[in-house]
Nanobody, 126 residues
């Protein structure tokens, strides 16, 4: 059973960098052919996929967030990390990490999320 747990500060000041870590147990983040994603849900809004780090270490980002987002990993700790820079109150949301399954179509492409963390609320406020 794969388990994911988000951790990080619950309050970030505007213009600062939000940093969250997802710790994975029950499975390796380097296992073929999974992606490991960050998703967020602002209050009263839907889920928004932010980006992912692939089993190989490659990264993909939502174009609208790409200039402010960085996802990295520490394979020795089986963790992956989200950094979102220059935050504003509009970045207030529940942030989730999730394992993303893939389907083969000339390459391995995201198919859906099968395991999720419980989510952590991050509030951007001075």
């Amino acid at each position: 059973q794969v388990q994911l747990q988000e951790s990080g500060p619950g309050l970030v000041k505007p213009s600062q960098t939000l940093s969250l870590t997802c710790t994975v147990s029950g499975g390796s983040i380097t296992t073929n052919y999974y992606y490991w994603s960050w998703i967020r849900q602002p209050p009263g809004k839907g889920l928004e996929w932010m980006g992912a780090i692939v089993y190989s270490g490659s990264t993909y980002y939502m174009p609208s967030l790409k200039s402010r987002t960085s996802i990295s990993r520490d394979t020795s700790k089986n963790q992956f990390t989200l950094q979102l820079s220059s935050v504003t109150p509009e970045d207030t949301a529940v942030y989730y990490c999730a394992r993303t399954t893939t389907a083969y179509s000339g390459g391995y492409y995201p198919a859906g999320m099968d395991y999720w963390g419980k989510g952590t609320l991050v509030t951007v406020s001075s």
